[in-house]
Structure formats: structure tokens, C-alpha cells
């Protein structure tokens, strides 16, 4: 494979819980928006997935079930590699490495590691604490210029380039600083049941988001309880972050502007719009839900896309542990 000649962008996604219209219109959306013009790298990262204690045989189906709905997003598996973290060996040997770079004070300060813990008090792993460096090292791996963050990652992403520089000053020019990109719109699609907080596909309330799986008549059940407020006006405000929600959901998924929905329902009152939002959601899932379908019923297509996957982004990881191993001193 030759160098690439466009900038580099990875991102990935945990298999944990169920992929959610929060993750398609806050990451997966954003990933198909960039596949022309860019090298990218997407991947479903596992070995974060295991700082929380997962069954084997679910862990498995999940790696194939989340590729199977990258790619019927739009994810062109002949554009982009597709691959499971641990399939790349390279990802924990730079981890490593890279730990030897990274100061205490540094992962102390990670409020998602206080978030994490808080979730986990019965398993408060080193993996779980140091996960960060993980991610530093999925980034730098690949020479990546480019990483599609949510809010809540800036930090990891900050550390990252910390990290970087740090390693470069001690050993010249072999890490690559990345730089964010943040969507301007929609990166953060909110909880239906708890609208202060951002849509979890790992949410123990099933209620409180929308599964790119999930049925027609369970959809329209969800978004007609979702929170909303006691005036009954269809409007975005920090004071309806409810309706907020809904009215971000509606706009993501039917291409309609927030303020063209709020001409639309205004005092209207919220049945017809959840309606209404419902419907559109259903439409805009339908021919992804069919996609997922068919090639469900190919598994030895999905197993030769992460198995090439697997075999180039090893090439490209294997280049760049080679020139850290020779920096650092290591017998190459």
C-alpha cells in the first residue's frame, strides 16, 4: 500500500452497549461527511471496551454488529480501513511505550477517569485509569492529523498532543501532534429521560436513548416519553433542554432547520411534534436497519474486511513502532 497523500483521520467507537442516533449524528455522520477527503482509519476499539468486564461471546458479535452498521451509515469498507483494535498489535506495544511519557499528575486530572470510577467502584482497574494513553497511542500510531472529538474527549485528545510533544523534544520530529475536529452541529445529542446529559449507548435505561436497531413502535414509544416541560411550546432555549433535544434529533435526522421546526410547531403543543419526530426517525433508520440486514446474513464478508483491515493497518502501525523503537534506543 503506498503512503497516503491525504491527511490521516481515525476515530473509533467502543462495542459496548447499542449504537445510538446520538453516535451516528455525532460521530458516524460526521466520519461518511469525510471518507472522500481524508485517509481514514476507523476502528472498534475493544481493548478500551474490556476496562469494564464484558461477556466474550457478546464482545465477539458486538465487533461485527458495529461494523455491519458503519458500513450500512455509509462507510465504504474499499475507501476507509475498517479494523478491530486488537486485531493491531502495535496499538498496546506504543501504549506502552508512551506510558513512559505520561505523568501521574497528568491522568489524575482526567474527569472522565472520575466519571468511569464512579460507574465502577468494584473495578477500578489500572486499565481504567490509563486508558487515555491507549488512546494517545491509537492516534499517534498512524500519523494522524485528524480526530473527530466530542466535548467530552478534548481532554484525551490534549493529553495526546502533550504526550507527543514531550516524546519529540526528548527524541526529535516521530510523532505527528494531531489536531481536533469538532462538528459545528449536532455532537451532542442528549439523553431522552435525562436531557442534561449526552445520549449513552451504554445507558442501563433503555428509554433514555434511540438504537439504530431499535424497532418503529419502540422509537415512537420512546420519543413520545421522552422529557419534555409543562408549557407545551416547540422551541430550543437552555431553559427547554428537552424539547432542545427532540428539535436537534428532528433537524439531524430530516435535514430541516431547528428554527424552520420551530415556525412549523411553535404553540402547536408537543404531540403532533413527537409524532411527528418519531416518523422521522423511523425513516431516516429504515434503510439503515435494511443494510444491517443484509449483510448480517454475510459474515465472511465481514470477516474479510477485518481481516484486510486488520493486514494494512499493521503494516502502517508497524512502520511507525519501528522508527519509536530506533529513537528510543530499542534494538530494531
Not at 489500572?126 to 487515555?132: E, N, R, S
Not at 500519523?143 to 478534548?154: F, M, R, S, W, Y
Request: with cysteine; glycine share 6%; charged share 25%.
Amino acid at each position: 500500500m503506498t503512503a497516503p497523500t491525504k491527511p490521516v483521520l481515525l476515530s473509533g467507537i467502543q462495542p459496548s452497549g447499542h449504537l445510538t442516533i446520538g453516535n451516528y449524528i455525532g460521530a458516524i455522520r460526521n466520519w461518511v461527511n469525510l471518507q472522500e477527503d481524508h485517509d481514514c482509519l476507523f476502528m472498534l476499539v475493544d481493548l478500551h471496551a474490556i476496562t469494564v468486564r464484558q461477556d466474550p461471546a457478546g464482545l465477539r458479535k458486538r465487533c461485527l454488529d458495529f461494523l455491519s452498521l458503519y458500513i450500512a451509515c455509509g462507510i465504504d469498507p474499499d475507501k476507509n480501513l475498517l479494523f478491530i483494535q486488537s486485531q493491531v498489535p502495535g496499538h498496546a506495544q506504543l501504549a506502552w511505550i508512551l506510558n513512559c511519557y505520561t505523568m501521574m499528575g497528568e491522568l489524575n486530572r482526567m474527569t472522565q477517569f472520575k466519571d468511569k470510577s464512579s460507574k465502577n467502584p468494584d473495578n477500578l482497574n489500572a486499565g481504567l485509569f490509563d486508558y487515555p494513553v491507549l488512546m494517545a497511542a491509537d492516534i499517534l500510531l498512524y500519523d494522524t492529523a485528524l480526530v473527530p472529538v466530542g466535548d467530552d474527549q478534548k481532554q484525551h485528545l490534549e493529553l495526546t498532543r502533550d504526550v507527543a510533544q514531550r516524546f519529540n523534544k526528548a527524541h526529535g520530529e516521530v510523532l505527528r501532534v494531531p489536531e481536533p475536529f469538532i462538528p459545528p452541529l449536532g455532537a451532542r445529542i442528549m439523553g431522552l429521560q435525562t436531557p442534561e446529559a449526552k445520549m449513552s449507548k451504554s445507558d442501563a435505561n433503555e428509554g433514555n436513548f434511540i438504537s439504530l436497531l431499535d424497532e418503529p413502535r419502540r422509537i415512537a414509544k420512546k420519543i413520545k416519553r421522552a422529557v419534555t416541560d409543562s408549557d407545551s411550546v416547540v422551541r430550543s432555549g437552555p431553559d427547554k433542554p428537552g424539547v432542545s433535544n427532540l428539535l436537534s434529533i428532528h433537524s439531524a435526522v430530516s435535514g430541516r432547520s431547528v428554527a424552520e421546526l420551530e415556525a412549523e410547531y411553535g404553540d402547536s403543543g408537543y404531540g403532533r411534534f413527537k409524532s411527528d419526530t418519531a416518523d422521522a426517525v423511523v425513516a431516516f433508520i429504515e434503510p439503515v436497519q435494511t443494510r444491517y440486514a443484509q449483510l448480517q446474513d454475510d459474515p465472511a464478508y465481514l470477516h474479510d474486511i477485518l481481516r484486510r483491515g486488520a493486514e494494512l493497518a499493521s503494516a502502517r502501525a508497524q512502520r511507525k513502532i519501528e522508527q519509536v523503537h530506533d529513537a528510543i534506543g530499542l534494538v530494531v
